[in-house]
């Protein structure tokens, strides 16, 4: 199906590590790419090409891909990391451009 | 460095059409292995891609909006439009304007601000 499910909510630690995960068939195909969101900001994009790095994106942000599901890592997390998290990918079959419905990330 | 700039009007009156267009500095939109694309926010919701054009001209949109949505290039002025007709409250988002890279992979690497869009009478 041309879906991408994410946790709508993760909560870590100040310091800990974080996985967020985005799940759907369309992963077998295309790597995800990741947008951080801060509220009334724009996304920012923070991994593509399945683990590379914007320039000025910290090394703790990390992309990794298995299967049906792409996770986005925060090792590390800080308090600025604190915001909504999308993925997005293309579907195979239509050439559609598809995204996650968001996961809000609490640095606790 | 690209900079995308979203332009229109912010209060549109239901059954009517939604247009806003999005000027790119920086570069080129005539640039091969570019999309340009179209993507809103309800408000307190999620990202929803509306479509996207490929420097060429080719148009993809979302299944869901096909019917309503128009997404042109004017490459003389270095800008890209959206156009969504026969709106309803549902529409209510703020727009982003973005360029998708195609490299092998995917990715929006360049996003405007965005604007607000009311639908209202």
């Known amino acids: 199906s041309s879906e991408l499910t994410q946790d709508p909510a993760v909560s870590v630690a100040l310091g800990q590590t974080v996985r967020i995960t985005c799940q759907g068939d369309?992963?077998?195909?295309?790597?995800a790419s990741w947008y951080q969101q801060k509220p009334g900001q724009a996304p920012v994009l923070v991994i593509y090409?399945?683990?590379s790095r914007p320039s000025g994106i910290p090394d703790r942000f990390s992309g990794s891909s298995s299967g049906n599901t792409a996770s986005l890592t925060i090792t590390g997390a800080q308090a600025e990391d604190e915001a909504d998290y999308y993925c997005?990918?293309?579907?195979?079959?239509?050439?559609?451009?598809?995204f996650g419905g968001g996961t809000t990330l609490t640095v606790l | 460095q690209l900079q995308l700039q979203e332009s229109g009007p912010g209060l549109v009156k239901p059954s009517e059409t939604l247009s806003l267009t999005c000027t790119v500095s920086g570069g080129s939109i005539s640039s091969s292995n570019y999309y340009w694309g179209w993507i809103r926010q309800p408000p307190g919701k999620g990202l929803e891609w509306i479509g996207n054009?490929?420097?060429?001209?080719?148009?993809y949109y979302d299944p869901s909006l096909e019917s309503r949505v128009t997404i042109s290039l004017d490459t003389s002025k270095n800008q890209f439009s959206l156009k969504l007709s026969s709106v309803t409250a549902a529409d209510t988002a703020v727009y982003y304007c973005a360029r998708e890279t195609s490299s092998g992979w995917y990715y929006f690497d360049y996003w405007g601000q965005g604007t607000l869009v009311t639908v209202s009478s």
């Open positions: 369309s992963l077998r195909s295309y790597y």
């Open positions: 997005n990918s293309r579907d195979s079959t239509f050439n559609l451009v598809l």
């Open positions: 054009i490929y420097y060429s001209g080719s148009t």
């Open positions: 090409d399945k683990n």
